[in-house]
């Protein structure tokens, strides 16, 4: 079994964010509970994370022991004067478990969801490194020494680089220990690190909510975000529900989750013929009041003749996102007569789980039969349920 690790750099100094008491950044509260916390608690939670380690300032102990309390995490490792030299730190003190992969994350973004984690150690099977990105989306601007508009940059290509960054242990290991040998002290992240010392790095989808906390916007933004400040933007949670069919047809595999199953027969449709992806689709749309899945891709459209599922529901998770709701949890009941769902259930879950940011507990796979009434019991089809539930922003908060 492939053994990973976490580190969680919390050795910085910055106190712009929490400037009224100058602490550091990662101590600061959001939402009555520590940024280094929030920051945690994906990474203990995740199922394929076996350890985690913290590098602190070694000034910050009594700091770091309050933020923490309550958390399953072991003692702290000292950092350096630098980031790149916490970093070695931390890859130093695993040196005893000696993980197959690492990630190394900042402890100032709070908000990374355990399918990000989750992709980032997926890329990690097919290449030595991997990295949280997001495509640059605004124009870029080059300005002149006056400040005036020298040029517009061709963003083609350019993304921005976030954490998670994993890599494996030893190589990434080897790669800092050569740059401190060398008196590199200059790199900016993990990956530059990688690249230098000549080691492929490839990009991970990364999400919008992983922003790094900075300033005191940004705490407050943080905090509307979960709802803390009586003044803040009002959340609630919003659940939505939907409901799929498909007859079957001539074919030898049916997809149900994400996932190809061998089977008598495959199920008609423009697209893939998911229900169970479809039915989910048209639950998130409907926490947002977003329309349905065939209003988005109609099957008129011949674009999604054949396409997978999956790309309407991380459209549907994405159409969330920009309305700045995060999604709780998913559940999705199958009725079905056959095939049987239970031995591809853990599959479904990891499916569904990476394309919406969830852990794989937070995704409900369950399946019925109708005991052989109606359509589905007749073997005409497979129909699913889903339910979702989002916290989601809905405007100010009264006072």
């Not at 050795?11 to 929490?18: D, F, P, V």
């Not at 529900?241 to 495959?266: E, M, N, Q, S, T």
């Amino acid at each position: 079994m492939t053994l990973t690790a976490a580190i969680i750099v919390a050795a910085g100094r910055g106190t712009r964010a929490s400037a009224a008491d100058r602490l550091p950044k990662q101590y600061a509260e959001i939402a009555g509970r520590s940024v280094l916390a929030r920051t945690l608690e994906p990474f203990l939670d995740h199922p394929l994370i076996s350890a985690t380690i913290v590098v602190i300032h070694p000034d910050d102990h009594t700091l770091y022991a309050k933020a923490v309390d309550g958390l399953m995490v072991t003692a702290a490792v000292d950092g350096g004067a630098t980031r790149q030299a916490s970093v070695l730190a931390g890859l130093e003190a695993l040196a005893e478990l000696a993980p197959d992969y690492v990630l190394i994350h900042d402890a100032a973004r709070p908000f990374v969801g355990t399918g990000l984690i989750s992709r980032v150690i997926a890329a990690l099977d097919l290449a030595l490194g991997a990295i949280a990105a997001d495509p640059l989306a605004d124009t870029l601007k080059r300005a002149a020494l006056d400040g005036t508009i020298a040029a517009t940059v061709d963003r083609a290509g350019l993304w921005r680089a976030q954490t998670p960054q994993g890599f494996h242990y030893g190589d990434i290991l080897a790669a800092h220990r050569k740059a401190a040998a060398e008196g590199r002290c200059d790199f900016t992240d993990d990956a530059a690190i990688a690249e230098w010392a000549g080691l492929p790095v490839r990009l991970v989808e990364g999400s919008s909510d992983n922003a790094k906390i900075t300033t005191a916007d940004d705490l407050a933004r943080a905090d509307r975000l979960l709802g803390a400040s009586p003044n803040s933007a009002r959340v609630e949670y919003r659940s939505g529900l939907g409901f799929d069919v498909h007859p079957f047809a001539p074919g030898d595999a049916v997809w149900l989750g994400g996932v190809r199953i061998p089977h008598a027969y495959k199920l008609a449709g423009h697209s893939d013929a998911d229900v169970a992806l479809h039915a989910l689709t048209d639950a998130l749309l409907g926490t947002i009041g977003d329309g349905d899945i065939g209003e988005h891709f109609p099957p008129s459209d011949m674009r999604w003749k054949g396409a997978a599922s999956i790309l309407f529901l991380e459209d549907a998770a994405r159409r969330v996102r920009a309305r700045g709701g995060r999604i709780i949890n998913v559940d999705i009941t199958i009725l079905a007569e056959a095939p049987r769902i239970g031995p591809h259930r853990p599959a479904m879950q990891a499916v569904i789980s990476a394309a919406l940011g969830l852990a794989p507990s937070d995704v409900g796979i369950k399946a019925t039969t109708t005991e052989e009434l109606g359509f589905v019991g007749r073997r005409e089809g497979i129909a699913a349920m889903a339910v979702a539930t989002v916290l989601l922003p809905v405007g100010p908060a009264t006072v």
